[in-house]
């Protein structure tokens, strides 16, 4: 569990992804959100036949994907960098798959299969995106970008479908997936709080997809920006993406149910409009909290939070502790003999003198 954690960057291992993202778009977009940080999550579906159905197992996973989930999407609104906001809902979405794998009979494999296909189509497309973005106007910061619909319209509908993707808008795969989570922790309505951690995150996940779509594409921008417009061949690879976020939810049965099944092992069904049900509403209540919450941002932005602990911080900590005390051992360990000879005759006086 902790190796599977530390490499899908689970609270509170989580603080390396973000410190990843300086490598170059496509690196993040292939190895940061589809490939490399989903092998933590690979190995524990692997893993979940031979060590599911214990109490630690759906302990451990339920409680850390859950709070991962919570911790992501919250620290994704009010990053100011392109990539970094990307790389936090990234983690979020990590915990959600997580805390689904980590349900008892396998109920969320389901669900957590159809998450890892949504997240890499619509996060991938997004982080070629940020990178296309920083080729054409030298930043990706997010208070200084603004009215890119105008100058890219090509990127700006990749990036349009990829975002309401990500903030599960309806016809879009994302909305798939993120009806599907519903679902699962809908089973047990008594159990509220998973419920009311859900739909918190996925109503943050919302702000940050508009935040992502409308501050850099239709937003006035503060200054003017010298565009280096990009080749249309750029928009090839994230435009495919986006096409998959477009298309595979009408295209469940042909293609995404025999995809998934050897992993869910049974019959089942999926449908794009799951009908009126507790799931439903939910979703549709993070779409309008979202969007009333993103309406609002120019206040919650501004205000002064209390700064907590950061964990790679906690990290850092950790490892200084660790150095002192070796410095400490170094002390006693240094070479003069009757430095040793006065601790070995002094542990035996105390020990006489406790006989």
């Known amino acids: 569990l902790l190796g599977a954690f530390t490499k899908s960057a689970q609270w509170p291992f989580h603080f390396w992804l973000p410190g990843a993202m300086s490598a170059p778009s496509p690196a993040s977009a292939y190895l940061h959100s589809a490939t490399m940080v989903k092998a933590g999550v690979y190995l524990l579906a692997r893993f979940a036949p031979a060590l599911g159905d214990t109490d630690l197992w759906t302990g451990a996973l339920t409680v850390i994907g859950l709070l991962t989930m919570f911790v992501g999407a919250l620290l994704a609104l009010r990053k100011r960098d392109l990539k970094a906001l990307l790389a936090y809902s990234t983690i979020s979405q990590?915990?959600?798959?997580?805390?689904?794998?980590?349900?008892?009979?396998?109920?969320?494999?389901?669900?957590?299969?159809?998450?890892?296909?949504?997240?890499?189509?619509?996060?991938?497309?997004?982080?070629?995106?940020?990178?296309?973005?920083?080729?054409?106007?030298?930043?990706?910061?997010?208070?200084?970008?603004?009215?890119?619909?105008?100058?890219?319209?090509?990127?700006?509908?990749?990036?349009?479908?990829?975002?309401?993707?990500?903030?599960?808008?309806?016809?879009?795969?994302?909305?798939?997936?993120?009806?599907?989570?519903?679902?699962?922790?809908?089973?047990?309505?008594?159990?509220?709080?998973?419920?009311?951690?859900?739909?918190?995150?996925?109503t943050f996940t919302v702000v940050a997809g508009l935040i992502v779509l409308w501050d850099v594409f239709f937003r006035k921008p503060k200054a003017e920006l010298h565009i280096h417009k990009p080749e249309w061949g750029l928009l090839a690879g994230p435009g495919l993406l986006a096409v998959g976020s477009l298309l595979l939810g009408f295209l469940l049965d042909p293609v995404?149910?025999?995809?998934?099944?050897?992993?869910?092992?049974?019959?089942?069904s999926l449908y794009l409009f799951p009908g009126w049900n507790l799931a439903f509403a939910l979703s549709l209540a993070a779409l309008a909290l979202g969007l009333v919450m993103f309406l609002a941002r120019g206040w919650w932005l501004n205000l002064s939070i209390p700064g907590f602990p950061s964990a790679s911080?906690?990290?850092?900590?950790?490892?200084?502790?660790?150095?002192?005390?070796?410095?400490?051992a170094l002390r006693l360990q240094n070479g003069r003999l009757r430095y040793y000879l006065v601790i070995i005759i002094s542990v035996v006086i105390i020990l006489m003198l406790r006989s």
């Open 313 to 328: 911080g906690v990290y850092r900590s950790l490892v200084g502790a660790i150095e002192w005390m070796a410095d400490q």
């Open 94 to 202: 990590l915990g959600a798959l997580v805390a689904l794998i980590g349900q008892p009979e396998a109920v969320g494999i389901k669900a957590a299969m159809i998450g890892i296909l949504a997240h890499a189509l619509y996060k991938a497309a997004l982080f070629l995106s940020a990178g296309i973005i920083e080729h054409a106007t030298g930043s990706r910061i997010i208070d200084k970008l603004g009215g890119l619909g105008r100058l890219l319209p090509g990127l700006t509908l990749i990036v349009g479908v990829s975002a309401l993707s990500m903030a599960g808008v309806p016809p879009l795969f994302g909305f798939v997936a993120k009806e599907t989570l519903l679902d699962v922790v809908t089973k047990y309505p008594e159990d509220w709080l998973p419920i009311f951690i859900v739909v918190v995150s996925a």
């Open 256 to 268: 995404i149910i025999p995809l998934i099944f050897p992993a869910v092992g049974s019959e089942f």
